[in-house]
């Protein structure tokens, strides 16, 4: 595979200074022109040490507008980084659309060392592969141009580039023992290597080879494949809206489609149906019940704190339902300096210039902390689709975006609970007139309550295929007959204490 990356290729000082000037107006007009587009350009630079990573995200800052770039390079995760899970760190640090982010050491480094070490097996290692695809996947499909950069030296090379930078008073520093000790096990290396890159160099985020020997050759290759990828993708996005606005939206297929469509008239029956809205608690057994459950949750959630063990609560529900009020019941049982609750509204704008999850991803909490999401990413299936805000092919692509993000929430030992909080739509009517009449309480009333409440059917069926698509062994939905809010509180509270039980004892 790195055959063609011994080969020695340069170029001279004379043909790089002629072409430098042509080639780096060229940069900064597409750095501009980027700017204004809709999608983000991630750059990932990875390879042997020597071979050019840094010097090569260097140049790229030279030669461009360096406000408009995000560099990161990763070292071994920090306290904080360790008690989220994996990927958080790299959410975190992406760059909104309009700019370049250079990534050096990211995810790629601790599976891939891991691997050629021999820490990790190949069965290990594939697996930890496919959640890098997922995750540049997940970018791609949203737009973002992802370049790839693997440095290459072969071995004499590498040892000579390192001998050289030790002989450098400037330079010196770069090289530690652990690149030696990494030098004498190269062949492991280049084995993982060519794993890495057969495994990850797919259709969405492809691997470019670079021969690192010569600088000036290094510099060219990965300057005019970021020129020529950039100028590709900035003519695809712009020919893709001209055809999305010439065409107007496909044909329905998401949950007006039987309103829509005067063939199917019936209303079919969804996972709703088959709750039992008539159950409700006395007050008096109520009282008994909330404060049992309230001082279980109490207890489990120290011993949560005192094991690093997160919980995170996500509320979804009709307008009215009582998310508010459970989410009031289910907080005052806890230490509020262990606790953030999250409203979620419209995205702002800094959130609009990411990919959706983006948001959520950098407000989890640290080990130990509880996390309620009033409202969170499943708006992304629910109002986005209802209301057109995303395309039905974002809103596909979502369900396997949620699902994978929730099994990394999972599988770092966070305790995850998911709620709908589900009402009738005659009580819907009457506590929204409830509410009109109420002084205290007519601020919660607005015209889009009204509005979403017309959209009642077509909201139902998404909740239906949210349910059916996301729930998972996992990660399941709890559905909360929430007609009596008296029982819903207490059902509530008693999931969250039953899954905190099931994980700390």
């Given amino acids: 595979m790195f055959r063609t990356a011994e080969l020695g290729r340069k170029v001279s000082k004379e043909d790089f200074e002629a072409l430098e000037p042509a080639l780096r107006i060229e940069m900064l007009e597409l750095q501009q022109t980027l700017r204004a587009a809709d999608f983000p350009v991630i750059l990932v630079f990875a390879g042997v040490e020597g071979a050019g990573k840094s010097e090569s995200m260097n140049l790229l800052n030279e030669w461009l507008d360096p406000r408009w770039i995000v560099t990161r390079a ?32 990211c995810w790629y480094s601790t599976p891939f060392m891991d691997f050629a070490t021999g820490a990790i097996d190949e069965v290990v290692f594939d697996e930890r592969m496919n959640r890098v695809i997922a995750f540049e996947k997940t970018l791609a499909d949203d737009g973002a141009l992802i370049l790839k950069f693997w440095m290459h030296l072969g071995k004499q090379a590498q040892k000579k580039r390192l001998k050289a930078l030790e002989k450098d008073p400037n330079e010196s520093w770069r090289v530690t023992a652990q690149d030696w000790k ?27 080879i670079v021969e690192g020997q010569d600088h000036r050759y290094r510099s060219l290759t990965v300057l005019q494949g970021v020129r020529d990828a950039l100028s ?29 469509d005067p063939v199917v008239t019936a209303r079919l029956p969804t996972v709703l149906d088959t709750l039992d809205m008539t159950q409700a608690i006395a007050k008096k057994e109520y009282r008994t019940s909330l404060g049992r459950q309230q001082g279980r949750l109490a207890i489990l959630q120290r011993k949560a704190r005192a094991k690093g063990i997160s919980t995170v609560l996500v509320f979804e529900g009709w307008d009215a339902a009582g998310k508010g009020g459970a989410i009031r019941r289910l907080t005052r049982a806890l230490d509020a300096r262990q606790l953030q609750v999250i409203p979620v509204a419209a995205p702002t704008d800094e959130e609009m210039a990411h990919h959706y999850l983006w948001r959520f991803w950098r407000q989890l909490g640290r080990a130990g902390r509880v996390t309620v999401f009033d409202r969170s990413w499943y708006g992304r299936v629910l109002v986005e689709r209802i209301e057109g805000f995303a395309s039905e092919e974002e809103c596909r692509r979502a369900y396997a975006e949620i699902r994978d993000f929730e099994e990394q929430l999972v599988q770092h030992g966070m305790v995850l609970c998911k709620f709908w909080l589900h009402i009738t739509k005659e009580e819907q009517l009457a506590r929204f007139q409830s509410r009109q009449e109420t002084p205290y309480k007519s601020w919660k009333l607005t015209d889009e309550d009204w509005r979403n409440r017309e959209k009642w059917d077509d909201y139902e069926r998404a909740v239906n295929e949210m349910v059916e698509r996301t729930s998972t062994h996992i990660a399941p939905w709890t559905l909360v007959e929430a007609n009596d809010k008296r029982h819903a509180r207490v059902k509530v509270i008693q999931t969250v204490a039953d899954a905190m039980e099931r994980v700390v004892g």
């Fill in 182 to 208: 990494h030098w004498e096990m190269y062949d492991s290396f280049i084995h993982a290597a060519e794993r890495l890159l057969a495994r990850t160099s797919v259709a969405e985020a492809r691997w470019t």
């Fill in 232 to 260: 590709r993708h900035l003519k695809d996005r712009k020919a893709l809206a001209e055809a999305r606005a010439h065409t107007g939206p496909g044909p329905e297929t998401g949950p007006d489609r039987a309103a829509a």
């Fill in 74 to 105: 990763y070292g071994p995760p920090s306290d904080e980084e360790r008690e989220r899970p994996e990927y958080w760190r790299f959410w975190r640090d992406l760059p909104p659309k309009g700019r370049i982010g250079q990534f050096l050491s």
